[in-house]
């Protein structure tokens, strides 16, 4: 497996300037969604390069968007889950609005605009449109939900008051314990996922979000494994995922110490596959 550093430079910049993914896609706020084209039927001619990852520079900046838990209800169901609805508090941010450089950004665009990212117990994230969501668990469980703002091509923005953890339990009654949050290192994952198709397949988007600590040369990283090709990178910011085959691309996401050992614990490592095909749909 080759093992490469990655590291913002003017060269990588230059890169980008020239790299798309398509923006022809829909996300659909389920926890199953896929992204998809709807173009008339083209081939892409499969990469016969290694895979590479380039940083993604240029996203406009929200320093003022905020998101917090107004509030949260639940209530028993039967005597095996509990329904959960969870009220946002959005602030400097506007749902549904497209992102200023999406026409230009040329990558994996929603048509429907600026979401939420409803992330629960690391598993595929559900775009929210409006700041409000509605879920089941069982009951005697615990839960961590991941939630941030995203630009409407699903990059997320990466500031401490843009994304916020709600750590809690109900129990065997239904009733909802907000927890205290662990003070260690944690990752939760974004994308890739689902299916990418025709055009798409040429620029993944890897995008995921920290907490509880930072990334640093000297520091800690994130190891990132694209079907057995590996990559530390020491600057939190999206990437795209060059080169990938057609078929599987199995993506992990592993948060390790400043001398490359795995840091245990809870949400520290996550694996995703997604799916790539060069023939693309017929409308």
């Known amino acids: ?59 406009p900046e929200f320093p003022d968007a905020q998101l917090g838990v107004k509030n949260v209800k639940a209530e028993l169901q039967g005597t095996d889950s509990v329904k959960i609805t969870i009220d946002y508090d959005v602030k400097n941010y506007e749902l ?4 200023g450089d999406a026409a230009s950004k ?5 048509k429907d605009g600026q979401h939420i990212h409803f992330i629960l117990d690391n598993q595929p994230y559900v775009a929210l449109y409006e700041p409000k969501r ?32 709600y750590h809690f339990s109900v129990d065997e009654k239904g009733k909802l314990t907000k927890m205290d949050i662990p003070k260690t290192p944690m990752i939760f994952y974004s994308r890739p996922k689902g299916e990418y198709l025709g055009a798409d397949t040429k620029n993944l988007l890897l995008d995921f ?21 590996n990559f530390d990178i020491d600057k939190w ?27 245990e614990g809870v949400n520290t490592s996550v694996s995703r596959t997604a799916k790539l095909a060069a023939q693309e749909p017929m409308k």
């Open 134 to 165: 509605t879920f089941t668990v069982p009951v005697k469980s615990e839960h961590y939900l991941m939630s941030f703002l995203s630009r409407s091509y699903h990059e997320s923005i990466k500031t401490p008051k843009a994304g916020v953890l």
């Open 106 to 110: 040329n990558c994996n665009n929603s």
């Open 209 to 229: 979000y920290v907490y509880n600590t930072t990334l640093a040369p000297d520091g800690n990283k994130v190891k990132v494994d694209v079907n057995g090709t």
């Open 237 to 263: 910011q999206p990437y795209f995922i060059q080169n990938a085959p057609m078929g599987d691309v199995t993506v992990k996401v592993q948060l390790v110490d400043k001398d490359g050992k795995n840091i």
């Open 1 to 59: 497996m080759n093992l490469k550093s990655i590291t913002t430079t003017a060269a990588s910049a230059a890169l980008l300037a020239f790299t798309a993914c398509n923006n022809n896609t829909t996300e659909n706020a389920s926890a199953s969604d896929t992204t998809k084209v709807e173009t008339t039927t083209t081939t892409t001619t499969a990469p016969s390069g290694p895979i590479t990852i380039a940083p993604v520079t240029g996203s």
């Open 96 to 99: 549904k609005s497209q992102t």
